[in-house]
């Protein structure tokens, strides 16, 4: 950081902070290009994400948003300078929420684009929106999942046991609500998802579609997906492994919550279908990007197309689970891998986790300086050195999670 303290574009990034954090509007706007742009990320509470065009929507639209229900500071940690101009600014936001008094303690990071006189043109701002979301948002009483993180496993157990755990708009805004806590507890270290009743989930709640006697449903998939698809995005992107219990039928939408794990155990005579081409929709929980990469291109086609069903069995031997056992110790086998799994490295399950995600995308050059840079995050924790020095004297390391 010494190397650019003398950088005006560090200079006038400073300026900025320190008034936004004074409410100093007269500077922020001579500090910004009149045709700045801001793009905030998608998905912070109170509409405050998006584009923002012109320094009155930035500061209306989010900045005074920001401080009218946040008593909260960014704290610049590293300035790096980026070879096109830009800068990538990098820190966290700490604070409370207003209306909950919940702490704030969110990463970010700021690219500043400047034009030719030096002014702010664009800003991007990436940020944990999900922590956001839990500081600020009052829970709701959760009708449809029993929620609880205990021993550093949190459990999320769908809880419509005479539905089969059928997903309504209910159970995706629950899905969505727990993921969000999940996100923002750090005292859960590790996932556990499961479904009371005679399955983990039917899919979609014929019964809910229904309702009100429609005879279109487009307008309402649209209105369940959002948060249903936020969830499972939220959930793959956790610092902490997820293992599923499977049983009974799961299919459409409620395979969801299979493809969101790291691993999935699955009672005896569980049965996996997609179910869509019979109810003549196309499919949703991210099965389409999912199902390909576990068990083939030809036989998602056929799962999908031909509404094959996948008997346990052939999920484990395609790579849809990893382990069957009888119905009476599902739960009890599940708990337990999630127990040990809450007490691992938990900073090396979180950097695992999103290497594996990664390698889909990258090359394997790229793969093997991201393995690399995660070995030196991985390599400072308390965690690896405990390990390191207890393999040395041939004793069982005990991991904190840090």
Same mark, same amino acid.
Request: glycine share 12%; with cysteine; net charge negative.
């Given at each position: 950081?010494?190397?650019?303290?003398?950088?005006?574009?560090?200079?006038?990034?400073?300026?900025?902070?320190?008034?936004?954090?004074? $409410?100093?509007?007269?500077?922020?706007?001579?500090?910004?290009?009149?045709?700045?742009?801001?793009?905030?990320?998608?998905?912070?509470?109170?509409?405050?994400?998006?584009?923002?065009?012109?320094?009155?929507?930035?500061?209306?639209?989010?900045?005074?948003?920001?401080?009218?229900?946040?008593?909260?500071?960014?704290?610049?940690?590293?300035?790096?300078?980026?070879?096109? +101009?830009?800068?990538?600014?990098?820190?966290?936001?700490?604070?409370?929420?207003?209306?909950?008094?919940?702490?704030?303690?969110?990463?970010?990071?700021?690219?500043?684009?400047?034009?030719?006189?030096?002014?702010?043109?664009?800003?991007?701002?990436?940020?944990?929106?999900?922590?956001?979301?839990?500081?600020?948002?009052?829970?709701?009483?959760?009708?449809? !999942?029993?929620?609880?993180?205990?021993?550093?496993?949190?459990?999320?157990?769908?809880?419509?046991?005479?539905?089969?755990?059928?997903?309504?708009?209910?159970?995706?805004?629950?899905?969505?609500?727990?993921?969000?806590?999940?996100?923002?507890?750090?005292?859960?270290?590790?996932?556990?998802?499961? +479904?009371?009743?005679?399955?983990?989930?039917?899919?979609?709640?014929? $019964?809910?579609?229904?309702?009100?006697?429609?005879?279109?449903? $487009?307008?309402?998939?649209?209105?369940?997906?959002?948060?249903?698809?936020?969830?499972?995005?939220?959930?793959?992107?956790?610092?902490?492994?997820?293992?599923?219990?499977?049983?009974?039928?799961?299919?459409?939408?409620?395979?969801?919550?299979?493809?969101?794990?790291?691993?999935?155990?699955?009672?005896?005579?569980?049965?996996? /279908?997609?179910?869509?081409?019979?109810?003549?929709?196309?499919?949703?929980?991210?099965?389409?990007?999912? #199902?390909?990469?576990? !068990? $083939?291109?030809?036989?998602?086609?056929? /799962?999908?197309?031909?509404?094959?069903? !996948?008997?346990?069995?052939?999920? #484990?031997?395609?790579? #849809?689970?990893?382990?069957?056992?009888? +119905?009476?110790?599902?739960?009890?086998?599940?708990?337990?891998?999630?127990?040990?799994?809450?007490?691992?490295?938990?900073?090396?399950?979180?950097?695992?986790?999103?290497?594996?995600?990664?390698?889909?995308?990258?090359?394997?050059?790229?793969?093997?300086?991201?393995?690399?840079?995660?070995?030196?995050?991985?390599?400072?924790?308390?965690?690896?050195?405990?390990?390191?020095?207890?393999?040395?004297?041939?004793?069982?390391?005990?991991?904190?999670?840090?």
């Amino acid at each position: 950081m010494s190397d650019v303290l003398g950088d005006a574009r560090v200079v006038a990034v400073q300026r900025l902070y320190h008034a936004l954090a004074a $409410g100093d509007r007269e500077t922020i706007e001579a500090l910004l290009h009149p045709e700045f742009v801001g793009h905030a990320a998608q998905g912070l509470p109170l509409d405050m994400g998006g584009r923002h065009v012109g320094a009155d929507s930035m500061c209306t639209n989010l900045w005074w948003r920001i401080g009218r229900h946040f008593s909260v500071r960014a704290v610049a940690g590293d300035f790096q300078p980026c070879g096109d +101009g830009r800068l990538m600014v990098t820190g966290r936001y700490r604070g409370t929420a207003r209306s909950t008094g919940r702490e704030l303690d969110a990463e970010f990071i700021h690219l500043f684009a400047f034009a030719p006189d030096g002014r702010i043109s664009t800003l991007h701002q990436l940020t944990d929106t999900a922590v956001w979301c839990a500081a600020v948002e009052e829970p709701s009483r959760l009708e449809t !999942i029993d929620y609880r993180v205990d021993g550093g496993v949190a459990t999320i157990c769908l809880n419509r046991p005479d539905d089969r755990n059928a997903i309504d708009l209910r159970v995706a805004r629950e899905t969505l609500e727990v993921a969000r806590l999940i996100a923002a507890d750090d005292t859960a270290r590790s996932v556990l998802i499961c +479904g009371d009743g005679p399955s983990l989930s039917v899919g979609g709640d014929i $019964g809910f579609f229904l309702e009100g006697g429609r005879d279109r449903f $487009g307008d309402l998939f649209v209105e369940m997906t959002p948060p249903f698809h936020q969830a499972f995005a939220i959930l793959s992107g956790l610092d902490v492994p997820i293992v599923t219990a499977a049983h009974g039928a799961v299919a459409g939408g409620g395979l969801g919550y299979v493809y969101a794990a790291d691993l999935v155990i699955a009672a005896e005579g569980t049965r996996f /279908v997609t179910a869509f081409a019979g109810l003549g929709v196309s499919g949703d929980g991210g099965g389409t990007w999912h #199902l390909p990469r576990l !068990i $083939g291109a030809r036989r998602a086609a056929a /799962v999908y197309l031909r509404n094959t069903p !996948i008997s346990a069995e052939e999920a #484990l031997d395609w790579g #849809l689970i990893n382990e069957i056992v009888p +119905g009476e110790q599902l739960r009890q086998r599940a708990v337990a891998v999630a127990v040990e799994l809450a007490h691992g490295p938990t900073k090396a399950f979180a950097t695992m986790r999103r290497l594996l995600r990664e390698s889909w995308h990258n090359d394997l050059p790229t793969q093997l300086v991201a393995e690399t840079q995660g070995l030196r995050l991985t390599g400072d924790t308390a965690d690896a050195a405990a390990a390191i020095a207890a393999f040395a004297v041939k004793t069982r390391p005990e991991f904190t999670g840090r």
